[in-house]
């Protein structure tokens, strides 16, 4: 198996983004598709996670360090590939001097984003009907 990869990669060029979102929000956990598709994806930076050339995961970052989207299918999940694309995304939004990440996360994944490192910064509410609290990453200051 080669390695996982992670690229950053243009919203309009790649079907791939929207298959995913599509098949892990819209299809598997109900969203409505108003809710999934917004203006921020012209704008978001996008990215991409294949394994052997097969896309499996994907997730944004707006320029004000909000993390979103971050969907993994579910034959690519349990296999710490999660960890390596918002790992990506970290990291690419620490390149660009982003000096803090939030994100909204469903309940059933804070201990995900706590291990890497988000705090819970929230009391819980619903989004598309799914319980949810805001996470945010403040920086070690060097």
Same mark, same amino acid.
């Given at each position: 198996?080669?390695?996982?990869?992670?690229?950053?990669?243009?919203?309009?060029? =790649?079907?791939?983004?929207?298959?995913?979102?599509?098949?892990?929000?819209?299809?598997?956990?109900?969203?409505?598709?108003?809710?999934?598709?917004?203006?921020?994806?012209?704008?978001?930076?996008?990215?991409?996670? =294949?394994?052997?050339?097969?896309?499996?995961? =994907?997730?944004?970052?707006?320029?004000?360090?909000?993390?979103?989207?971050?969907?993994?299918?579910?034959?690519?999940?349990?296999?710490?590939?999660?960890?390596?694309?918002?790992?990506?995304?970290?990291?690419?939004?620490?390149?660009?001097?982003?000096?803090?990440?939030?994100?909204?996360?469903?309940?059933?994944?804070?201990?995900?984003?706590?291990?890497?490192?988000?705090?819970?910064?929230?009391?819980?509410?619903?989004?598309?009907?799914?319980?949810?609290?805001?996470?945010?990453?403040?920086?070690? =200051?060097?």
């Amino acid at each position: 198996m080669t390695e996982p990869l992670v690229q950053v990669v243009e919203w309009s060029r =790649t079907p791939a983004l929207r298959d995913i979102r599509q098949r892990v929000f819209v299809d598997e956990q109900q969203v409505p598709a108003e809710l999934e598709w917004d203006a921020h994806d012209a704008d978001a930076t996008h990215f991409l996670l =294949t394994v052997e050339g097969r896309p499996l995961g =994907t997730a944004r970052l707006l320029a004000d360090g909000h993390i979103g989207r971050v969907a993994l299918l579910a034959k690519a999940r349990g296999q710490g590939l999660g960890e390596l694309l918002m790992r990506a995304v970290m990291a690419h939004a620490r390149s660009k001097g982003l000096p803090r990440l939030a994100l909204s996360a469903q309940t059933h994944a804070l201990g995900f984003y706590q291990r890497l490192g988000f705090s819970v910064c929230s009391e819980e509410y619903l989004d598309a009907g799914i319980p949810h609290r805001d996470m945010c990453l403040h920086w070690p =200051t060097p």
